[in-house]
T-cell receptor, first 115, second 114 residues
């Protein structure tokens, strides 16, 4: 069975500081990896995903994540955060089964940006 | 275009009652998923539809939960004899046919069972 562990439930940082949100997964088969973001009072939105190819993937708003197969990790990083990045971030893993992409989510990390 | 919509946004019911939660996927999306998010947790998979049929319902917690998608578009999640433990946010997501396509989530229905 697959599982996802997000090691930090809350991460407070100051504006313009770097941040890393950690994610580890367990799976015996090849998987796809995702980071979803949930801004206050909004639904889940895809931030970035790794399907294959380059292990470093980037989002349009400056986040990046690196797939590390040997360490089974997919940590999310941003070199300089903004107030608008305040949100809950969910790491997820999926594998294909009968055409479905069933997502298994971690418990989430609440990122709080302080001015 | 319009995103995934879910109605109602909030539902308060009493223990033992029956509830229906509705999901309108993005037009043209053939895959539809239901997830449940309990307080402080990530979403958990419930059921997956490919077209009209439930291709995988392994995440439904028990036989009080049932979902339909009769015309391959709108889906309804039905919960019988609700219990306090059913209180959660129920999320719907849809995607195009290809299995690696992005799942787009609706805003969710917050169900509270008193």
């Amino acid at each position: 069975a697959q599982s996802v562990t997000q090691l930090d439930s809350q991460v407070p940082v100051f504006e313009e500081a770097p941040v890393e949100l950690r994610c580890n997964y367990s799976s015996s088969v090849s998987v796809y990896l995702f980071w979803y973001v949930q801004y206050p009072n909004q639904g889940l939105q895809l931030l970035l995903k790794y399907l294959s190819g380059s292990t470093l993937v980037e989002s349009i708003n400056g986040f990046e994540a690196e797939f590390n197969k040997s360490q089974t990790s997919f940590h999310l990083r941003k070199p300089s955060v903004h107030i608008s990045d305040t949100a809950e971030y969910f790491c997820a893993v999926s594998k294909l089964f009968q055409g479905a992409q069933k997502l298994v989510f971690g418990q989430g990390t609440r990122l709080t940006i302080n001015p | 275009g319009a995103g995934v919509s879910q109605t109602p946004s909030n539902k308060v019911t009493e223990k033992g009652k029956y509830v229906e939660l509705r999901c309108d996927p993005i037009s043209g999306h053939t895959a539809l998923y239901w997830y449940r998010q309990s307080l402080g947790q990530g979403p958990e998979f419930l059921i997956y539809f490919q077209g009209t049929g439930a291709a995988d319902d392994s995440g439904l917690p028990n036989d009080r939960f049932f979902a339909v998608r009769p015309e391959g578009s709108v889906s309804t999640l039905k919960i019988q004899r609700t219990e306090r433990g059913d209180s959660a946010v129920y999320l719907c997501a849809s995607s195009q046919l290809h299995s690696t396509d992005t799942q787009y989530f609706g805003p969710g229905t917050r169900l509270t069972v008193l």
